[in-house]
């Protein structure tokens, strides 16, 4: 098989003894030839065959083409590799439906494009022998959910046109492969997670930048340390990424780079910028006319940008894997490389940054998903019947008998039965009302009203309230943009340029209440409960916050409508007489101060960013009628972080109260109970429940 590494030779071997096939190895390990040679071995055998290749975003499918085409030219290949997505000239589209051999497509096309009119791919499908699933841990979360779903539609419809492909998968470390592989497949693959590549020497070095003032534990935003040790490396002709948590942060490090090494060559990157800007700047960064980058967790993925020798973090990453694969974007060359984390004030950060062999020396996270969250099952059910009607006696992935759930469709109108068989009923076309990607309906565009209504970006429709609301000051490649208005019946923001010297932070108050609860157990003084609950969140004021000094220059309100949703969640309940020795006025504060604890070490038991957990305390709850503090999903439904939370309640406390009783501020601060003056409080609140 030539000079291949190790794990490259079993997958290969494991998948032409038609095995489902799991790669699980590190970023640059050279898993794409471990899929690409059994695909390009049938052809070159002349067996024909398709081949589908899934990659979770657009960038790195026309990345992966290119690498493709490279090595089916080198074999002497022939047959048809293009990309299928919503760049893909319409010519060109009908091409690759007819006689494509190599299709690289992403799942929201494959959901919304693809699988709705397979009547034109039936030829494809008929033939089809592999699908290949690549980066498979990005597919947790609701993302997770809904891909699962549309994998469950993509192999009913194979099924149908007698095909039986195997399902080819490639990951970075994760601590559940199989189970994440199950989940979102139905398949048992074989899992290949010892690599044989090699790797260069890599340096490691988590910062935490010195109190501001002694005894507080309040230290500065983990950003400027950040931009100066990037902008250090470039001055020195260092080829450097610096990684942000936010497109907002994207925008104002790049300005900032900018201004420290205006005579090096650097670039922004994050979501929401139009895909000729992200393919022109990928170019820039893979020719080394673009020496740097700054980015969110957008290049966390296999995009090729060249070769990198420096990766600077301000902050840390929602989780173990994460980092690991920011880090892994620095030293692709089996060569020597560095990378930076500057630890920030956040809870999480604080605590793994005293306690670093919990980053060294432990397992990554696991990846969760749910594929049966009726919110989101129940939609792709829809989709599926409009694909192919539905038998009551099919099942749908792990489902089992979906009799109930189908008359459950057929009631609200979504299906009708005939013959003994479930057809779609409705007029609109489902695959549109599902966003993989948030559970909304559409993004919002980012409308310039200077250059005659062009578009510049897009957020989520989640997002819109606390990013484009009216008087928002939204960024893009290192510009100022006002919001002027923002329509979110016609889901656009509409913007003009602005030299503002100030950022704009929204607030969003939400409240909880408990429609069901499923468990409940006593944990030290108090107890932990488990079930349905519904946030009602309201996007209420925001600050005006200078862009140099962080000084906050005034605030406005924010008149939008309230919006609902039903989820999973947490509750820790303390007895009445647990804030007894707390005056009246500071009861609240302490057992935010407790809330802020939990929720600051909840990402560190699950693999999901900070904003995928919510937290609200109340001192009297109406539910429970005594203090309680209250963790959620932040998905309609909820894919199963409130009831791992639940399960690993004692762990979850016992690291809150670490947190707090170790952090060495004072009185307290942002880095355990989010504010000073009740650390004590707070502390005794969480100690109580061990």
Not at 2 to 14: F, K, P, S
Not at 170 to 184: D, F, I, K
Not at 532 to 539: E, K, Q, Y
Not at 603 to 612: E, K, N, Q, V, Y
């Amino acid at each position: 098989m030539g000079e291949v590494y190790t794990h490259q030779a079993q997958a290969v071997e494991a998948a032409l003894a038609g095995h489902d096939v799991l790669q699980v190895t590190p970023t640059a390990s050279g898993k794409t030839l471990g899929f690409l040679l059994p695909i390009l071995d049938q052809l070159a055998r002349g067996e024909g065959g398709r081949s589908l290749l899934l990659f979770p975003t657009k960038a790195l499918a026309q990345d992966q083409l290119a690498g493709a085409r490279r090595l089916a030219e080198l074999a002497g290949i022939e047959g048809l590799i293009e990309t299928y997505d919503g760049d893909t000239p319409p010519g060109l589209r009908r091409s690759v439906e007819l006689g494509g051999h190599l299709v690289l497509t992403n799942p929201d096309m494959l959901h919304a494009a693809l699988l709705p009119h397979h009547t034109k791919w039936a030829k494809f499908f008929a033939d089809l022998r592999y699908v290949v699933i690549d980066e498979l841990h990005v597919y947790r979360g609701v993302f997770g959910s809904h891909v699962a779903n549309v994998l469950r539609r993509l192999l009913r419809l194979a099924d149908h046109y007698g095909s039986h492909p195997a399902v080819l998968m490639a990951s970075a470390t994760v601590a559940n492969p199989g189970a994440l592989a199950r989940h979102l497949t139905g398949r048992s693959p074989v899992v290949i997670d010892e690599s044989g590549a090699p790797e260069g020497e890599r340096l490691i070095a988590i910062l935490n930048p010195p109190e501001l003032l002694p005894g507080t534990n309040t230290r500065p935003a983990p950003l400027g340390l950040a931009v100066d040790i990037a902008a250090a490396g470039l001055a020195e002709g260092v080829p450097t990424i610096l990684f942000v948590k936010s497109r907002r942060m994207v925008e104002l490090a790049y300005r900032r780079l900018s201004e420290k090494v205006p005579k090096v060559r650097v670039a922004p990157y994050r979501g929401g910028y139009l895909p000729n800007e992200r393919r022109r700047i990928e170019a820039g960064l893979r020719s080394g006319q673009l020496k740097g980058v700054v980015s969110t967790n957008a290049l966390e993925l296999g995009v090729d940008i060249g070769q990198l020798d420096l990766a600077v973090l301000a902050g840390l990453p929602p989780s173990i894997a994460s980092t690991w694969q920011q880090i892994g974007r620095s030293g692709r060359r089996q060569m020597a490389s560095m990378s930076v984390i500057v630890a920030g004030s956040e809870p999480r950060d604080q605590y793994m940054a005293r306690h670093p062999d919990l980053f060294f020396g432990s397992p990554v996270e696991s990846a969760l998903v749910n594929p049966d969250n009726l919110h989101v099952l129940l939609a792709h059910l829809g989709a599926s019947a409009f694909e192919m009607p539905f038998s009551p006696d099919e099942t749908f992935g792990g489902t089992g008998d979906l009799t109930t759930l189908l008359a459950f469709l057929a009631d609200g109108g979504v299906l009708r039965q005939a013959g003994g068989r479930y057809f779609f009923a409705q007029a609109s076309f489902p695959a549109k009302d599902i966003s993989l990607r948030t559970g909304a309906e559409s993004n919002v565009v980012i409308v310039d009203t200077s250059a005659g209504g062009r578009p510049i970006g897009e957020v989520d429709r989640p997002s819109a309230p606390t990013l484009v609301h009216d008087q928002a000051i939204y960024m893009h490649m290192g510009r100022t943009y006002e919001v002027l208005r923002l329509d979110l019946e016609e889901n656009k923001a509409y913007v003009r340029p602005t030299e503002a010297t100030y950022m704009t932070d929204a607030n969003l108050a939400v409240a909880v209440s408990v429609l069901r609860q499923d468990a409940t157990r006593a944990t030290g003084g108090g107890c932990v409960s488990l079930g349905d609950v519904r946030l009602t969140w309201l996007a209420t004021i925001f600050k005006k916050i200078h862009l140099e000094t962080g000084e906050n220059l005034g605030w406005g309100r924010i008149e939008l409508p309230e919006d609902t949703m039903h989820t999973r969640g947490v509750w820790l309940t303390w007895p009445d007489g647990a804030l007894a020795e707390v005056t009246a006025d500071r009861r609240f504060a302490a057992l935010s101060g407790a809330g802020h604890a939990l929720s600051g070490v909840v990402p560190i038991l699950t693999m999901t960013a900070p904003r995928d957990v919510g937290v609200s305390s109340e001192v009297h709850s109406p539910f429970t009628g005594h203090p309680t503090v209250f963790l959620y999903d932040r998905v309609p439904g909820g894919v199963g972080l409130a009831d791992q939370i639940y399960r690993q309640g004692a762990d979850l406390i016992s690291m809150a109260s670490a947190l707090v009783s170790e952090c060495p501020c004072e009185s307290g601060c942002p880095s355990c109970i989010g504010g000073e003056g009740l650390k004590a409080d707070a502390a005794r609140l969480l100690a109580s429940l061990t």
